[in-house]
């Protein structure tokens, strides 16, 4: 894709991404009888912030900060601590916890982090990651 093209494209595609994580989190935990919430957090979390690294054609590790820091506050917005356990667990059902909104901000980290190296490692060799890295 030309890199003219690739800056329009980054927002409608990181939305886009973004419900389907939900998604796709969502049918996941209940193929997998676990709870969602903290699940879909974290899906949504990793595509939030590597779909924009990815799609930048330049100042990728740029792009992932400001996606991680905008995703941090819609995280917040969404899923606004504390959540509740659901029923399913027991004696901890509706008692109010921070796992989903802990579960989507590491998941959130885990990915810049990842997305901060590979824009590193990809400075060093020239052409790396599809394209200029400048950082």
Known sequence: MSPALRWPVLVPATATAFVAAGVVGSVLGSVLG????????ALAAGVFV????????SKRRLVATAALAVGAALAWRL?????SYP??????AYQP????????????????????LLARAGSRRPGALQGKVNG
Request: net charge negative; charged share 5%; with cysteine.
């Open 34 to 41: 676990v709870w969602g919430e903290p699940l879909i957090g």
């Open 50 to 57: 590597a779909v924009p690294f990815w799609i930048a054609p």
């Open 79 to 83: 899923v606004g601590p504390p959540s």
């Open 87 to 92: 029923e399913s667990y027991g004696e901890l």
């Open 97 to 116: 916890t921070y796992l989903p909104i802990v579960a989507t901000y590491v998941a959130g980290a885990v990915t810049w982090t990842g997305c901060a």
